[in-house]
């Protein structure tokens, strides 16, 4: 078959590079440079960051697929491999949580992306179901559509036939590994054009979109940038959903006749990789400037005095202090007559009754 890539004729396709994104590639790899300091100087909240990242990529990433548990479960799914997955559901969230550990430890040592590590990708993340497809080539051609409200279907794009995916993901894979050896643009143009390709191709029968996810994170990390182990890239795309699909579909329009525009994904891939740098960097920098723990707290509550304040925003934007903690502070603040109680139970909201100090 013609090679028909996003790599195919690299240099005349993806040059000039848009000045937003030079400038979004520049804090990146800025931001980049810090991480590695604070992988030395905070690695308590490094590891509960990863913890973190962990849970929320495995619930987000199979949430656009429409697999979904419980929170409680899907914690106690990740966190503790004894849990035994009870229904279908758990399962494929255990699988692309040991697809995730397989990546951050031993895929990023790979000397280079492979056919034989991607099919691996999919077998474990199909391992927990005992799906006999896992690992293998799709055998007939598939479509990717939208549902609508109405319950109707529109074919979003139609993949690379089952006849030609094989040799395709064979081109796509020989491509990114002789332009990224040849250095000739940045590694983060290249994962995105590389995931570009990969949803195209669509080369399983199911799992296709959970595999591309996976495979961005690997991408990155193996080019240093592995801000996807500790800032869930996974949820910024499901808080961005009809930005996510809409940059893929408008890239893919042309795809099979190399004549697609693959700038609308890989702008909307760098955004969200800018954006996981700057929760990661926040997240550091409150760490490491902050104060003790029940001060950052305090801080934060103060800030966040005009709205109403529960526990799952300050999980979200305290990372590595415990819930005893929060609800210590919580709870200290509250007998001091400075916040009371608007709702009770698991989702318990505060407001303030006075001022804060300023």
């Not at 590695?36 to 960051?49: G, H, I, N, S, T």
């Not at 590590?117 to 179901?129: Q, S, Y």
């Not at 934060?300 to 999980?315: K, N, T």
């Amino acid at each position: 078959m013609k090679a028909i890539t996003s790599f195919y004729g690299l240099g005349e396709r993806l040059d000039p590079v848009p000045a937003t994104v030079v400038g979004r590639l520049g804090h990146i790899d800025r931001w980049a440079g810090q991480a590695d300091l604070y992988r030395q100087q905070l690695p308590k909240l490094l590891e509960a960051l990863r913890k973190r990242a962990q849970i929320e990529s495995t619930e987000a990433s199979s949430a656009i697929e429409g697999v979904s548990a419980p929170h409680a479960r899907a914690e106690a799914i990740v966190a503790d491999p004894s849990q035994k997955p009870q229904n279908r559901s758990e399962q494929e969230l255990r699988g692309y949580s040991d697809a995730l550990t397989y990546i951050f430890t031993e895929a990023v040592m790979e000397q280079a992306i492979s056919r034989g590590l991607i099919f691996h990708l999919h077998r474990l993340l199909f391992a927990p179901t005992g799906d006999l497809g896992a690992g293998q080539i799709k055998t007939s051609d598939n479509v990717v559509v939208e549902r609508q409200a109405a319950g109707l279907r529109t074919v979003r794009f139609r993949p690379v036939p089952a006849s030609q995916a094989d040799q395709a993901l064979e081109n796509l894979v020989g491509g990114y590994n002789d332009a990224l050896e040849r250095g000739i643009h940045h590694p983060l143009i290249l994962t995105a054009a590389f995931d570009l390709d990969f949803t195209v191709i669509h080369p399983f029968a199911d799992g296709n979109g959970r595999v591309s996810r996976l495979l961005i994170g690997l991408l990155l990390a193996r080019s240093g940038y592995d801000v996807g182990k500790y800032v869930s890239i996974e949820r910024l795309f499901e808080s961005t959903e009809d930005a996510y699909y809409g940059g893929l579909l408008t890239s893919t329009e042309g795809w099979h006749e190399n004549q697609h525009d693959p700038w609308p994904w890989i702008t909307y891939l760098i955004e969200i990789i800018e954006s996981a740098y700057q929760r990661f960097v926040s997240y550091a920098e409150a760490e490491r400037t902050h104060g003790t723990k029940a001060a950052r707290v305090r801080r934060y509550i103060e800030e966040h005095a005009e709205g109403q304040i529960d526990m799952a925003s300050m999980r979200i934007a305290l990372p590595g202090i415990s819930d005893r903690t929060l609800q210590k502070v919580v709870h200290e603040m509250r007998d001091a007559g400075l916040i009371q109680a608007t709702s009770s139970g698991r989702l318990a909201q505060w407001r303030w009754i006075a001022a804060p100090n300023k």
